[in-house]
């Protein structure tokens, strides 16, 4: 390669280095959080109104291969490779690990994203790469992520530069991941992992030693980082080596590290975060497919020492793969277009076909009393009919072990047949909810990246035919939050039916009523060619985040209304001021609602409430701290 010599001025922490020195540039190259996004897209959050095109993982291909010609490069990627878009999910990721294969990555951390269809799915995609999982506090105890690709660090020689390359995977794991997907998995706090292993990759002759990891930069890191840093002088009980960690917290203690390349938060910044305490430098980009990181590692040459960084860029690190500014690898984007359109073809045209479904009569209607009896709260189920429910948990679970006792309680308590969550903040303490529910199974977001949605579903009533996340492509209107489909067959003694829900959580606040219109109007036009193409039982619910009663223009449900194929049950309630679901002051509203198709209810005596479940936990201020702000509502209908 081409040695790139520089004089530059050495930052404070290596003052007795020369001023003016040789040193040696070395190009690292880093992603994160690209969910499977590679693929062209038009960038919303920048300009919703004249959205720039964003060329994606061809042009970056392009801007390697092209710096390969002259360098040799360091690749780097902070986790979270394949969920989030149907391309990445298409083919279970393996699409994914082909194209980091193809631009040479030299090594990744798993993130919390990664683990999402299991630990043997994940350990496959491990097989099938050709550079190293890094994950030096992750143990396996007899689990399926047993690959020997899977290693605690490398080391890489460029230039006569060993740089150790050290994998830590976020504790936080076993919140954020279903219980299953996790078996027989340890992980060790993020402190812990460095103490013991820093040590070995310096022993094991590293002369720059890179902490990749999925533990996330947080959005707000200056205010974070003052506040643990207030902790640390203040708590005296507090500490550290049993807490998790994210990569900025990590970076006080990363003692001998150089730099960190953190993954675990789309949130990206041009310049990384200085820690003042170990001088360390942690770097990450914005996610989604929009950005890619680029710059140079500075060596002493005499004594091969970090002694700092500069931007490929001047003024920033991370770079948006705009078309003005970049050009497209045109092999390359025919390869991922012609993924693209197979993944949406997967989403778009799958037709079901009813008639292969079995459909033999099955005994329903079993509960299990809830092993908690804190509260009266009365059965709203009735042998003849369908209740659905629909329930924002508010950040669940608030209060994690108590969240978990309260709802589970209150869901076998209301025995409904179907509950569609909202804003699961922690997958992972899902499980353990659903540990409470044994006769109830469930359907959860894999393509969210802002909180899940969830559907709970009887097993004895109801068979899933398929999950599909709709708009998971282009989700930007929907605030990352796609909507969660799923269709089933209902089956009760002589009683069947087909039957498709999907769960919404519309963009919050009146900043986003532009984006709720056009996620509204997105989601007709869908169920509209659904409709067409022979499915029928739609039932569309969740928090929409407008008010029914809301003025023409001020809410985002028109081109429902205009449709008299479509119905809002709960206008028979909007009415009565007991009702609201949002009763917070001074926001009082309707912003949980259900849509169906007219076809359902016609001719059936169907039922709509909303629940009054804080009259039964001693009032509101019990309820929402336990379990959320909102009030599920309950729509009842009789099976066709």
């Known amino acids: 390669m081409n040695l790139n010599f520089k004089i530059i001025i050495i930052s404070f922490f290596a003052q007795s280095l020369i001023l003016s020195s040789e040193i040696k540039s070395i190009d690292i190259v880093t992603t994160n959080d690209i969910h499977g996004v590679i693929g062209e897209q038009m960038a919303n959050f920048m300009n919703p109104q004249y959205p720039p095109k964003i060329l994606g993982g061809n042009a970056m291909y392009k801007y390697v291969d092209d710096l390969k010609k002259n360098n ?5 990627d902070g986790g979270n ?4 878009n149907p391309l990445g999910t298409l083919d279970s990721g393996a699409f994914m690990i082909d194209w980091y294969n193809k631009l040479g990555y030299d090594a990744i951390v798993p993130g919390r994203y990664d683990f999402i269809l299991g630990t043997k799915n994940l350990n496959k995609l491990i097989e099938m790469a050709e550079f ?4 030096a506090n992750l143990k396996c105890n007899d689990c399926d992520l047993n690959s020997s690709n899977i290693k605690p660090f490398v080391i890489k020689k460029i230039d006569d530069v060993n740089i150790g390359i ?24 993020e402190a812990k992992a460095l103490k013991e292993w820093i040590p070995k990759i310096k022993e094991a002759g590293a002369d720059v030693v890179i902490v990749l990891t999925s533990a996330g930069v947080p959005w707000d890191r200056e205010k974070v980082y003052e506040n643990f840093r207030y902790r640390i002088e203040n708590d005296k009980v507090w500490s550290p080596s049993d807490t998790t960690l994210n990569a900025i917290q990590m970076a006080y203690y990363a003692e001998n590290v150089d730099i960190i390349i953190s993954g675990g938060e789309s949130k990206g910044y041009p310049l990384p975060f200085y820690d003042p305490n170990s001088h360390v430098y942690t770097f990450q980009n914005y996610g989604n497919g929009t950005e890619f990181g680029h710059f140079y590692l500075n060596i002493e040459t005499n004594n091969n020492i970090f002694v700092g960084y500069e931007p490929a860029v001047k003024g920033r690190v991370s770079q948006t793969t705009l078309s003005d500014d970049f050009d497209s690898h045109i092999k ?11 993944s949406l073809n997967q989403i778009y045209t799958n037709v079901i076909d009813w008639n292969d479904i079995d459909t033999k009569n099955k005994s329903c209607g079993y509960t299990k009393n809830s092993s908690y009896d804190n509260w009266e709260v009365p059965s709203f189920n009735t042998e003849e009919n369908i209740e659905i429910v629909t329930w924002n948990c508010e ?17 076998l308590d209301i025995d409904a047949d179907i509950y569609a969550f909202q804003e699961i903040r922690y997958t992972g303490w899902f499980s353990k909810l659903m540990e409470l529910l044994p006769n109830y199974d469930f359907i959860i977001s894999h393509q969210s990246s802002f909180m899940e949605q969830a559907i709970v579903y009887r097993k004895d009533m109801f068979h899933l035919v398929r999950q599909v996340e709709p708009f998971a492509d282009n989700d930007y209107n929907f605030a990352g939050r796609p909507p969660l489909r799923g269709d089933f067959w209902y089956m009760c003694g002589q009683d069947s039916m087909q039957l498709s829900i ?6 919050c606040c009146d900043s986003g009523l532009q984006r709720r219109k056009f996620a509204a109007d997105m989601l007709h036009n869908y169920v509209s060619k659904e409709l067409e193409n022979g499915y029928s039982n739609f039932i569309i619910l969740g928090d929409w985040n407008d008010d029914l009663r809301d003025l023409p223009g001020e809410h985002s449900f028109q081109s429902f209304f205009d449709d008299d194929r479509f119905y809002f049950v709960n206008l028979e309630i909007i ?51 336990l379990v959320s702000d909102h009030l599920p509502v309950i729509f009842r209908f009789p099976p066709k």
Do not use: C
């Open 502 to 507: 999907i769960d919404i959580h519309s963009k």
């Open 81 to 84: 490779f394949f969920q989030g």
């Open 332 to 342: 390359m984007k025919k390869l991922i277009d012609k993924k693209v359109q197979e």
């Open 166 to 189: 050290l994998g830590i995977v976020s504790s936080a794991l076993n919140d954020w991941v279903l219980s299953k997907n996790l078996k027989g998995i340890e992980i060790d706090y």
């Open 72 to 76: 040799e490069i360091l690749m780097l």
């Open 575 to 625: 009415n009565d001021p007991k009702q609201v679901t949002y009763p917070k002051e001074p926001y009082v509203s309707f912003l949980d609602h259900i849509l169906v198709t007219r076809e359902l209810i016609k001719d059936s005596n169907y039922y709509v409430q909303t629940l009054p479940i804080p009259d039964y936990m001693g009032g509101y201020e019990n309820y929402e701290k």
């Open 132 to 135: 190293p999982f890094l994950a």
């Open 395 to 411: 950040f669940f679970p608030a209060e994690w072990e108590e969240t978990i006792k309260a709802l589970g309680e209150l869901i």
